[in-house]
């Protein structure tokens, strides 16, 4: 009783397509599957970069700081 039997499912079937015609019924699966496609290439590239982090760093880090508000207070104190 809770599920539909086929005949239920081939009627349903029938009247999407009638409603919507088949042309935009296509494009509406064309347009779906590129959105799956693209959401798959965007988690792979997610993932290649996450695993790029836990290797060495892109840009080398020096080690210099340069501490902008000394300098300030200095030359104002020179002024």
Do not use: R
Request: hydrophobic share 40%; no cysteine; net charge neutral.
């Amino acid at each position: 009783m809770g599920s539909f039997s086929w005949w239920h499912w081939l009627i349903v079937l029938l009247v999407v397509v009638l409603v919507f015609g088949t042309k935009k019924l296509g494009n509406i699966g064309s347009d779906l599957g590129k959105a799956v496609k693209g959401f798959k290439q965007g988690m792979k590239e997610a993932n290649e970069d996450s695993a790029g982090d836990d290797q060495e760093p892109k840009a080398k880090i020096t080690g210099q700081t340069i501490d902008v508000d000394a300098k300030k207070e200095k030359n104002e104190t020179n002024a």
